[in-house]
């Protein structure tokens, strides 16, 4: 249940157009929902803002399916990452608004009267093979109530690119950078704005790479002031990061 939706029972419970009783039944499954092979967490937005986002990888189209109907019954909203494609299949044939993004192997439904979104995340890629990370990051991000941008293909094989988009990288209020490879875009990045940036490397790249491990390291080792950095190939974490830093800029203005 998100917090508008438990304001509307409470306030209903208040002005006595909602019977005690029938408040009790509707918070029966109030803040956890147990579907047998899944513990839904109903209370999540409350504490973190958020719903619970649902993890595909490891869950049948049946189990997966019923965790989103459950998610949906208490918000007006889901994602769903790591999605297989048959799975992306039973989702989308049975819920309203769903749609499958397989670039980036997630299923979301949007509120009906979803807007443009707060703010601004910048999503920046090295790449075209980072698409599916970058992809990841945008739609999380986007889902959690920002405006996002995708700056693609920018690496530093080709600086000119980047550096024709200095003004765009400043407006942002957070940036999520992704790069494979040799993973210095994020540094870059970090040493041209005064922005949070979060840095994603991915398994993108020859041998020496170690599918990622070379980017992360170098990430991790960034002489760039503000550059945080999360796993390998996680655009869900860095667009989580990157929305919930909007949002925080978003409050303070009010």
């Keep these: 249940m998100d917090s508008e939706r438990l304001k509307n029972l409470l306030e209903g419970i208040r002005e006595g157009a909602l019977p005690v009783d029938e408040g009790l039944r509707r918070l029966g499954d109030f803040p956890l929902r147990d579907l047998g092979h899944t513990l839904l967490d109903t209370h999540r937005e409350l504490r973190c803002g958020h719903s619970e986002v649902l993890f595909g990888e490891g869950k049948t189209p049946e ?22 494609p048959e799975a992306a299949r039973a989702l989308c044939a049975a819920l309203p608004r769903a749609r499958h993004h397989p670039l980036s192997r997630v299923v979301t439904v949007e509120p009906a009267n979803a807007g443009p979104g707060i703010g601004l995340v910048l999503v920046v890629s090295a790449g075209t093979s980072d698409a599916p990370v970058a992809e990841e990051a945008a739609i999380t991000s986007r889902m959690l109530g920002s405006r ?49 940036v979060i840095a994603v490397p991915t398994s993108v790249g020859y041998g020496a790479s170690f599918g990622g ?25 860095a667009g989580y990061a990157a929305a919930r830093i909007n949002r925080l800029a978003e409050d303070s203005r009010a």
Excluded: W, Y
């Design 213 to 237: 491990v070379a980017a992360l390291l170098a990430m991790l080792n960034s002489c760039a002031a503000g550059v945080t950095v999360v796993n390998i190939d996680n655009g869900f974490g």
């Design 63 to 84: 189990q997966l399916l019923e965790a989103a109907r459950a998610l949906l019954d208490h918000h007006d909203r889901m994602l769903a990452t790591r999605v297989a």
């Design 148 to 196: 996002v941008e995708l700056l693609a293909d920018v690496g530093v094989a080709g600086l000119h690119r980047l550096l024709g988009q200095i003004e765009r990288l400043r407006e942002a209020r957070a940036l999520v950078v992704v790069a494979g490879m040799e993973g210095a875009l994020p540094s870059v990045v970090g040493g041209l704005v005064d922005r949070p």
